[in-house]
C-alpha cells in the first residue's frame, strides 16, 4: 500500500488502514520512518478534538473508567481513540490489552479504537510514538482520545505534555491520600479523580476530595485563572462519570476563552520539533560512521592522557562541521 492510499484510508477513518498506519509508525526500520514522516505529514490538518492524559497507580481503576468514560463519550455521540504511554509493558500485549476484558463492550464498539502502549525502547521513544498515533487517530475522525499511562519513570509528564488536559484518578483512602503520591504530579494535574467511591469508600472519597482541594491550594496554579476540578466516581458501578467529562470540559473550556488551548498546542508542537531536532543531532553524532571511528579515537587519546577531554570534545564538534 503507497503512503497516498493508507493516508486517504485514514482520513476516510477506516480502521484496517488506521491500524497500518500506526505499525508503519512503530516501525523501527529507517525506510518506514521516512514514509511514517511523509504519511503525518499529509495528515495535517486542524479538527477539534479533545486529548486527555489519564493515569494513576495499578489498581485505581484506569481500565475500568476508561471503558465507563468511553461508553459514555460514544453514548454522546464522539468517536473515541485509547492509547498508552507503558514502558514497562511486555512485548506481548501492554497494559491496555492485558485487560481488554475491562474494556469489553467499549472494544467491541465501531466507534471506539483501542491501541495498547508501542513496546519498544526508551520512554521517549514510546511517547513519540503514542503522539503520532493520538495524530492519526484524529485525522480518522475519533475526536477524543484518551492516553493511559501506569506512571512509571517520567511518563506522566510524556503524557502530559501531548494532552489538553491531564487527569490523575486516585483512591479514596483519605487519610494516606497525600502519601506516595510525587508532589510534581499535582503540579502537572488539571483534573483529579477519586475513583471507589462506592460503598463504604464513599465518605472517604469526600474526604480525600478535601484534602486535596487544600493541597492545592499551596501549589502556583499551572494556568493563571483556570481551576483544578475535582471529582469523585465509581467506574465499576458507573457513577458519577457524566460529572467527571463535564470537569474535564469545563476545564478546556476555560483554556479556550482564555486563548490558552490553541497555545498550549503550539507550545507542545514546537517543544516536540525541538526535542526531534535534538536527537537527530545527537544521533548523528555518535552513530554515523565516520563520527563512529572519530569518537573511538579520541577516546583512545583521552585515555593515554595525550589530549583532554574538553579539547577532544572541541575536535569532535569541529570534525563533525567539516
Ligand atoms: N469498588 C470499586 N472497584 C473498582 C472501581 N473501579 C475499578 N475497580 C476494581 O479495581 C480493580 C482494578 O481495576 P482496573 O480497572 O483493572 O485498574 P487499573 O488502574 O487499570 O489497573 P492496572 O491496569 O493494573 O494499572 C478491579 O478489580 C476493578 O473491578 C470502582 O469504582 N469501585
Ligand atoms: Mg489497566
Redesign the pocket.
Known amino acids: 500500500m503507497t503512503v497516498e492510499q493508507l493516508a486517504e484510508g485514514v482520513l476516510a477513518g477506516k480502521r484496517r488502514h488506521l491500524a497500518k498506519a500506526i505499525t508503519l509508525i512503530e516501525s523501527n526500520r529507517e525506510q518506514d520512518q521516512i514514509k511514517a514522516r511523509d504519511l503525518l505529514d499529509k495528515l495535517q490538518d486542524n479538527r477539534e478534538t479533545i486529548r486527555l492524559g489519564i493515569s494513576?497507580v495499578?489498581?485505581?481503576?484506569?481500565?475500568?473508567?476508561i471503558e465507563a468514560l468511553g461508553n459514555h463519550l460514544i453514548e454522546e455521540g464522539h468517536r473515541v481513540a485509547v492509547l498508552a504511554v507503558d514502558p514497562s509493558s511486555p512485548s506481548s500485549g501492554g497494559?491496555i490489552l492485558g485487560?481488554k476484558t475491562?474494556m469489553e463492550t467499549l472494544s467491541s464498539r465501531e466507534e471506539a479504537f483501542i491501541r495498547p502502549s508501542p513496546t519498544a525502547g526508551t520512554l521517549g521513544g514510546v511517547a513519540r510514538r503514542t503522539r503520532e498515533s493520538m495524530l492519526l487517530c484524529e485525522a480518522a475522525g475519533y475526536d477524543v482520545v484518551l492516553v493511559e499511562t501506569?506512571g512509571v519513570g517520567q511518563s506522566e509528564y510524556e503524557v502530559a505534555s501531548m494532552v489538553d488536559c491531564f487527569m490523575v484518578l486516585m483512591l479514596p483512602g483519605a487519610g494516606d491520600s497525600l502519601q506516595g503520591i510525587k508532589r510534581g504530579i499535582l503540579e502537572i494535574t488539571d483534573i483529579l479523580v477519586v475513583?471507589?467511591a462506592?460503598?463504604s469508600q464513599k465518605q472517604m472519597a469526600k474526604l480525600a476530595i478535601s484534602e486535596y482541594k487544600h493541597a492545592f491550594q499551596l501549589l502556583s496554579p499551572k494556568y493563571e485563572g483556570v481551576e483544578v476540578q475535582f471529582r469523585t466516581a465509581?467506574?465499576?458501578?458507573n457513577e458519577g462519570i457524566e460529572e467527571v467529562w463535564e470537569g474535564v470540559s469545563t476545564f478546556v473550556e476555560a483554556l479556550k476563552q482564555k486563548q490558552m488551548l490553541q497555545d498550549l498546542r503550539d507550545k507542545q508542537d514546537v517543544n516536540w520539533f525541538k526535542r526531534l531536532a535534538e536527537e537527530a543531532v545527537v544521533n548523528a553524532l555518535w552513530n554515523t560512521p565516520g563520527n563512529k571511528l572519530r569518537s573511538r579515537a579520541l577516546i583512545q587519546k583521552i585515555i593515554r592522557k595525550e589530549i583532554s577531554p574538553s579539547a577532544a570534545a572541541a575536535q569532535m564538534i569541529e570534525e563533525k562541521n567539516q
Open positions: 494513576g495499578p489498581g485505581v481503576g484506569k481500565s475500568t473508567f497494559s485487560d475491562r501506569v475513583n471507589k462506592d460503598g465509581s467506574a465499576l458501578r
